[in-house]
């Protein structure tokens, strides 16, 4: 076929010359050529046919032998009558001298019935004869000779058979000498404007030709002006065959060979394509006037117009047809082949010159090759990068240049992307059609695009997808015009500014339609794939960028590295039995690439279908449980929320996933920018470290109720702490600090609150035994006291107790926001309308706050402040007792007051809420008030009973000195606030609103209200209420500081008069009392008249209250003023009775020795 395609390009060479105006004055070689054109013989019998092409001599030879004979020299296209009128209307007459000129004005116009019949025929055979002369080589011999000597392959040829002219051709893109560079582009016009003029072509096509009907291969069959067509229709059955459409004509391979090579050969100059030339003549004008022809010039400025609005249909279908042709063999653009000639041949991807359509030879594999190139640093020259940017957005733009696109996704198209081709609106529509936007799509379907997204290497450079390109530039303009155009770092700008104020919803679909393919071969992210080739290497046995391993899919891969990248010793990977710190570190990445995974983890979290695996795993879950989640970053959430529903499969792949956001809570990039102002102003220090190690939510956890938390911060924080409590390896710094712990102590148990109750029962346990060591280490008790506290702040971290109080929640807190223990507290205060079963977990929870006051969320963070100034000294579990004591300070802040206060009614209600006073009387309890432990249910709280009961033996003086001093404190406590006695506040609510209204609403804390209902003993109607006053009466007698109302009155007095005798057991208010009866001694007047009225009170309550016991007789007559004139009568019966006594027992043992004497 080569050696047959080569005479007629020799012959040919002769026509050029006269065509070259602007040289033949300047040049006598070429005039003297010129003129051999014009000396040629006008066509006639005596003219052979052309090699090949019997039927058309013949027609030629009749053709010729109707016309005039001329003689044999000077003979002129422009003197013949049957093309005169033709060439006076076309022609411009300054070219009617030259017959090649006046044969390229004549064949280049674009309507066939422009030129008649008969002038038709005569240019035929004119360019025919012209075709078939062959002294002409000696005219390439003479124009080119400098060129043939630097070409050895030309130089080698041997003359007078046509080859050296053939070989010029193949060479043409290494003539550098401008004639013969003229000579070998214009021989080539006269060839291409009729396929039957190509030597061989007709021969190898002439089967493929009728059966696809793409025109006659005799002049008198189909005598058109040109023949182009015929070459065009073959083009598109070429291409038809290539995309297996239905019905498609298998083309002889070659026909196939043919073909390629004419596009080859076609490639340099448009006008070389006939079909195309007429087809795309105004568009060239229209968009290529200014571009001039030859090296593929105006093919490319057609191609980048090909969309344009104003381009003909039928120019866009030829250009189509053209790129359609470059995909199957790339040497059908001439620039792309010209530009990349060396780097393939360096690069080893030439194509076997025999082999014109072998795989090679595709420029998908070209494509390929090269960028594997350049993606493993080597050089390849800025022209042929250039070259390969145009055909990769090529390719983007138009579906229909990739046949497998074409073949395997024909339904999809159909069904869902009809209609939409132009500026690769098909492709973004089939990538979300893959994506799982808009139904199921065929494996097939989807491999042919994962394919040609691999091909054009979008990832690279932005501006090779055009759709994204144009929905994307207002976002690249303002969010990363910091980055160089055409910098890959511009996708992963665009992914970090997803779903923020910046980005726009085009452009936010179109940049996951294509990460979603990107994210399924690890090699498309040029950025990770520079930084981690090496450890993919190393690490995950990968093969070079263009090729793959069934063992390694390019899908498992980063799955391979996001694996090592947090397996390092310090983040709690447990060391394998012997391997050495060596071998650890040669199995964990780079930094550099650790970034990288780190980067694309975070972009892959915006996005369920961005992580291959997890929707591979999880689609079934999915659609069950997460249909209605679609919101970004719901579906994740969604997962980790029905974590234990899910399959194993999805539970695996979702539990890997939030174990590594519990060590890198910025994956969640979605978190990440709801919580910038929180991470800017607490938490910027831990947020700049590449991986914070569980750091960062740390820090957004103690800082979630800041004033620069928003609810979309807030909400987010708490999901993860939800999530948390699922599974104890979801908690990262727990997990690393406990993790020897829990498989030591805590073995099967995988829920964290389980682990945590674990962990935390051992280490009491500990503490109690007083063990030598404890079996919990440091570290882990350090944690496990950080998530001990973390749970208080929201009781669904707790979720026995939330699922207890659920009900009582709706029903009572329906309105309480879960966040600071605001429910816990709200539930603390409706106790008494609690369900039983929520009373019991709130009173477990109650009292451990009152051992380990630290857990108490609200007490610690109402009161931190006041922590930090009054009891920086003390132990956590001495907190509440060191807050109680400086709770009167006049530095104390109001709302930690009242908290304390709401603290110490909860202590008094029940004395195992108060473990200072469960301590000191331990002994005392179950000697006094043992009935009342026997009547209560271990469930049930005991509202005060005991701290009253032993009220009354402190009043009694009976208690242990420990126990003593605490009720002491408690009474002193309660004395100035009601509310901290639970059966005065039980049994007097209704008196009080009906008799010291205007006390308790002051809430003074000072006593007043006590000191109204004792005024108002003889008011009181409830006998419950009266009896709990009498006995604050009688308790009042122990102690006067327990009557701060009297004690305030009498402060003068006790220091006057009774400073030298100590306080407690009633010695002073027995002093005071001595001091009123002395009439020497003044006492204040309002302590005498407070002293007195207590008195008066004191008597009054013995005879409404008379002495229960002996004990309760003695304390009386010891209280009472008259106790000396009663002591000294008791004293005096007490003689006389053991005087009579002594009687009778004189004469009773007088009668007994009489009896005896008997």
């Given at each position: 076929m080569a050696d047959c395609i080569r005479v007629p390009l020799l012959l040919l060479l002769m026509c050029i010359v006269s065509s070259l105006?602007?040289?033949?004055?300047?040049?006598?070689?070429?005039?003297?050529?010129?003129?051999?054109?014009?000396?040629?013989?006008?066509?006639?019998?005596?003219?052979?046919?052309?090699?090949?092409?019997?039927?058309?001599?013949?027609?030629?030879?009749?053709?010729?032998?109707?016309?005039?004979?001329?003689?044999?020299?000077?003979?002129?296209?422009a003197e013949e009558g049957v093309c005169r009128e033709d060439l006076t209307r076309l022609c411009p007459k300054h070219s009617w001298n030259n017959n090649l000129a006046v044969l390229e004005c004549l064949q280049d116009k674009k309507e066939e019935t422009e030129i008649a019949a008969e002038c038709n025929h005569l240019l035929w055979n004119y360019k025919l004869n012209l075709t078939t002369d062959p002294k002409f080589e000696s005219v390439a011999v003479e124009v080119c000779k400098t060129t043939i000597s630097e070409i050895k392959e030309c130089a080698?040829?041997?003359?007078?058979?046509?080859?050296?002219?053939?070989?010029?051709?193949?060479?043409?893109?290494?003539?550098?000498?401008?004639?013969?560079?003229?000579?070998?582009?214009?021989?080539?016009?006269?060839?291409?404007?009729?396929y039957r003029l190509i030597c061989g072509f007709m021969d190898q096509c002439r089967e493929d030709i009728n059966a696809?009907?793409?025109?006659?291969?005799?002049?008198?069959?189909?005598?058109?002006?040109s023949q182009g067509e015929v070459i065009a229709c073959l083009e598109k059955g070429l291409v038809r065959e290539a995309e297996e459409q239905p019905g498609a004509h298998p083309i002889k391979e070659d026909c196939k060979k043919s073909i390629m090579r004419v596009a080859e050969l076609s490639s340099d100059d448009f006008h070389l394509d006939r079909y195309l030339y007429f087809a795309c003549r105004e568009d060239r004008e229209r968009f290529c006037e200014n571009t001039l022809a030859g090296e593929g010039r105006v093919y490319k400025c057609l191609f980048n117009h090909k969309f344009?609005?104003?381009?003909?249909?039928?120019?866009?279908?030829?250009?189509?047809t053209r790129?359609?042709?470059?995909?199957?063999?790339?040497?059908?653009?001439?620039?792309?082949?010209?530009?990349?000639?060396?780097?393939?041949?360096?690069?080893?991807?030439?194509?076997?010159?025999?082999?014109?359509?072998?795989?090679?030879?595709?420029?998908?594999?070209?494509?390929?090759?090269?960028?594997?190139?350049?993606?493993?640093?080597?050089?390849?020259?800025?022209?042929?990068?250039?070259?390969?940017?145009?055909?990769?957005?090529?390719?983007?733009?138009?579906?229909?240049?990739?046949?497998?696109?074409?073949?395997?996704?024909?339904?999809?198209?159909?069904?869902?992307?009809?209609?939409?081709?132009?500026?690769?609106?098909?492709?973004?529509?089939?990538?979300?059609?893959?994506?799982?936007?808009?139904?199921?799509?065929?494996?097939?379907?989807?491999?042919?695009?994962?394919?040609?997204?691999?091909?054009?290497?979008?990832?690279?450079?932005?501006?090779?997808?055009?759709?994204?390109?144009?929905?994307?530039?207002?976002?690249?303009?303002?969010?990363?015009?910091?980055?160089?155009?055409?910098?890959?770092?511009?996708?992963?700008?665009?992914?970090?500014?997803?779903?923020?104020?910046?980005?726009?919803?085009?452009?936010?679909?179109?940049?996951?339609?294509?990460?979603?393919?990107?994210?399924?071969?690890?090699?498309?992210?040029?950025?990770?794939?520079?930084?981690?080739?090496?450890?993919?290497?190393?690490?995950?046995?990968?093969?070079?960028?263009?090729?793959?391993?069934?063992?390694?899919?390019?899908?498992?891969?980063?799955?391979?590295?996001?694996?090592?990248?947090?397996?390092?010793?310090?983040?709690?990977?447990?060391?394998?039995?012997?391997?050495?710190?060596?071998?650890?570190?040669?199995?964990?990445?780079?930094?550099?690439?650790?970034?990288?995974?780190?980067?694309i983890l975070h972009q892959r979290a915006l996005d369920v279908k961005l992580d291959p695996e997890l929707q591979r795993r999880c689609m079934t879950d999915l659609g069950k449980w997460c249909s209605e989640k679609t919101e970004a970053g719901q579906?994740?959430?969604?997962?980790?929320?029905?974590?234990?529903?899910?399959?194993?499969?999805?539970?695996?792949?979702?539990?890997?996933?939030?174990?590594?956001?519990?060590e890198d809570i910025q994956i969640e990039a979605l978190l990440m920018q709801a919580c910038e102002p929180v991470i800017q102003t607490y938490c910027h220090e831990v947020a700049d470290n590449q991986i914070n190690t569980g750091d960062l939510m740390e820090c957004l956890v103690l800082n979630k109720h800041q004033k620069e938390m928003n609810e979309k911060c807030a909400v987010g924080v708490t999901h993860f702490q939800l999530i948390q409590i699922k599974d104890f390896r979801f908690s990262y710094k727990f997990k690393t600090a406990c993790k020897e712990d829990v498989l030591k102590l805590c073995p099967n148990i995988k829920k964290k609150v389980d682990v945590v109750i674990c962990l935390s029962t051992t280490v009491r346990n500990d503490t109690l035994q007083d063990a030598k060591e404890q079996r919990v280490s440091i570290k882990c008790r350090k944690?496990?006291?950080?998530?001990?506290?973390?749970?208080s702040e929201d009781i669904r971290l707790e979720p026995e107790l939330y699922d207890s109080c659920k009900q009582d929640i709706n029903r009572l807190c329906q309105n309480v926001a879960f966040g600071n223990a605001q429910v816990i507290e709200c539930l603390k205060e409706n106790k008494r309308q609690l369900t039983q079963r929520c009373h019991q977990r709130i009173f477990k929870l109650q009292e451990n706050e009152m051992v380990d006051p630290e857990l108490d969320y609200q007490l610690m963070r109402v009161c931190k402040h006041m922590i930090r100034r009054f009891c920086t000294e003390s132990e956590g579990k001495n907190v509440l007792q060191c807050l109680k004591q400086n709770k009167n300070s006049e530095l104390m802040d109001?709302?930690?007051?009242?908290?304390?206060?709401?603290?110490?009614?909860?202590?008094?209600?029940?004395?195992?809420?108060?473990?200072?006073?469960?301590?000191?009387?331990?002994?005392?309890?179950?000697?006094?008030?043992?009935?009342?432990?026997?009547?209560?249910?271990?469930?049930?709280?005991?509202?005060?009973?005991?701290?009253?009961?032993?009220?009354?033996?402190?009043?009694?003086?009976?208690?242990?000195?420990?126990?003593?001093?605490?009720?002491?404190?408690?009474?002193?406590?309660?004395?100035?606030?009601?509310?901290?006695?639970?059966?005065?506040?039980?049994?007097?609510?209704?008196?009080?609103?009906?008799?010291?209204?205007?006390?308790?609403?002051?809430?003074?804390?000072?006593?007043?209200?006590?000191?109204?209902?004792?005024?108002?003993?003889?008011?009181?109607?409830?006998?419950?209420?009266?009896?709990?006053?009498?006995?604050?009466?009688?308790?009042?007698?122990?102690?006067?500081?327990?009557?701060?109302?009297?004690?305030?009155?009498?402060?003068?007095?006790?220091?006057?008069?009774?400073?030298?005798?100590?306080?407690?057991?009633?010695?002073?208010?027995?002093?005071?009392?001595?001091?009123?009866?002395?009439?020497?001694?003044?006492?204040?007047?309002?302590?005498?008249?407070?002293?007195?009225?207590?008195?008066?009170?004191?008597?009054?309550?013995?005879?409404?209250?008379?002495?229960?016991?002996?004990?309760?007789?003695?304390?009386?007559?010891?209280?009472?003023?008259?106790?000396?004139?009663i002591l000294t009568v008791i004293g005096a019966g007490v003689a006389l009775l053991f005087m009579g006594g002594l009687l009778c027992g004189r004469i009773t043992k007088r009668v007994t020795q009489e009896l005896k004497d008997r």
């Open positions: 105006h602007p040289i033949q004055g300047q040049n006598n070689l070429i005039s003297k050529l010129a003129v051999n054109a014009d000396n040629q013989q006008k066509p006639a019998g005596g003219v052979g046919p052309a090699a090949g092409v019997p039927v058309a001599a013949e027609r030629i030879l009749g053709a010729g032998a109707s016309l005039p004979r001329r003689r044999s020299t000077g003979w002129k296209l080698a040829e041997e003359l007078g058979k046509g080859y050296l002219v053939s070989c010029l051709v193949d060479h043409r893109g290494n003539i550098s000498d401008y004639q013969c560079n003229q000579y070998i582009t214009k021989m080539t016009t006269i060839v291409f404007s009729d696809l009907r793409c025109g006659s291969i005799s002049t008198g069959e189909k005598d058109i002006h344009e609005e104003a381009m003909s249909e039928r120019c866009r279908e030829a250009l189509t790129q359609k042709l470059i995909a199957q063999d790339y040497k059908v653009s001439y620039s792309l082949a010209k530009a990349c000639k060396s780097d393939l041949r360096k690069y080893h991807c030439s194509a076997d010159s025999n082999m014109p359509r072998a795989r090679e030879a595709r420029l998908s594999y070209l494509l390929l090759c090269l960028e594997s190139a350049v993606h493993r640093g080597r050089v390849v020259s800025g022209e042929c990068q250039g070259e390969m940017m145009d055909y990769r957005r090529m390719l983007m733009e138009d579906f229909s240049l990739s046949p497998e696109i074409v073949l395997h996704c024909r339904s999809e198209i159909e069904g869902h992307c009809s209609g939409l081709h132009r500026k690769g609106r098909t492709l973004h529509c089939l990538m979300r059609v893959g994506r799982g936007d808009m139904g199921a799509i065929a494996p097939d379907c989807q491999r042919a695009l994962q394919t040609l997204i691999q091909e054009a290497d979008p990832g690279a450079d932005y501006r090779i997808d055009r759709a994204l390109n144009e929905a994307c530039e207002s976002v690249i303009q303002t969010a990363c015009k910091h980055i160089r155009s055409g910098d890959p770092m511009i996708l992963s700008c665009l992914m970090e500014h997803l779903y923020t104020e910046k980005m726009v919803e085009d452009c936010e679909h179109r940049l996951l339609e294509l990460q979603y393919f990107i994210a399924r071969d690890w090699k498309l992210d040029p950025i990770l794939y520079k930084k981690c080739q090496g450890d993919a290497a190393r690490l995950c046995h990968t093969h070079g960028w263009n090729e793959t391993s069934e063992m390694m899919p390019p899908g498992a891969i980063f799955s391979c590295l996001y694996r090592h990248a947090y397996r390092s010793v310090e983040q709690g990977r447990r060391l394998v039995s012997g391997e050495s710190e060596a071998e650890t570190w040669r199995l964990t990445l780079s930094r550099d690439c650790k970034v990288e995974v780190q980067r579906e994740l959430e969604c997962l980790q929320d029905h974590l234990e529903d899910l399959v194993s499969d999805c539970r695996d792949v979702v539990g890997n996933l939030t174990e590594l956001e519990s944690q496990l006291r950080v998530e001990e506290v973390e749970m109001p709302k930690c007051k009242q908290m304390i206060t709401k603290r110490q009614i909860t202590q008094n209600t029940d004395y195992r809420l108060n473990p200072v006073l469960r301590k000191a009387c331990k002994a005392d309890i179950p000697k006094f008030c043992q009935p009342i432990l026997n009547k209560a249910t271990a469930d049930s709280e005991l509202e005060g009973q005991v701290i009253s009961c032993l009220k009354l033996k402190y009043a009694d003086q009976r208690l242990s000195p420990d126990c003593e001093a605490q009720i002491q404190v408690i009474l002193q406590e309660s004395a100035l606030d009601y509310r901290l006695d639970p059966q005065l506040q039980i049994h007097c609510t209704q008196e009080i609103s009906r008799l010291c209204p205007e006390e308790a609403a002051a809430q003074e804390q000072t006593g007043q209200v006590e000191e109204c209902l004792k005024v108002n003993l003889l008011k009181i109607k409830q006998e419950g209420c009266k009896k709990e006053v009498l006995n604050m009466l009688k308790e009042s007698k122990a102690d006067i500081f327990v009557d701060p109302v009297l004690h305030t009155a009498c402060a003068l007095d006790i220091k006057h008069q009774c400073a030298a005798i100590p306080p407690g057991r009633g010695r002073q208010m027995s002093c005071l009392i001595e001091a009123l009866q002395d009439k020497r001694v003044r006492l204040q007047p309002e302590c005498k008249k407070r002293l007195q009225d207590r008195i008066d009170m004191w008597s009054y309550a013995a005879k409404v209250a008379p002495a229960d016991g002996f004990s309760d007789l003695a304390m009386q007559v010891m209280t009472s003023p008259s106790k000396n004139y």
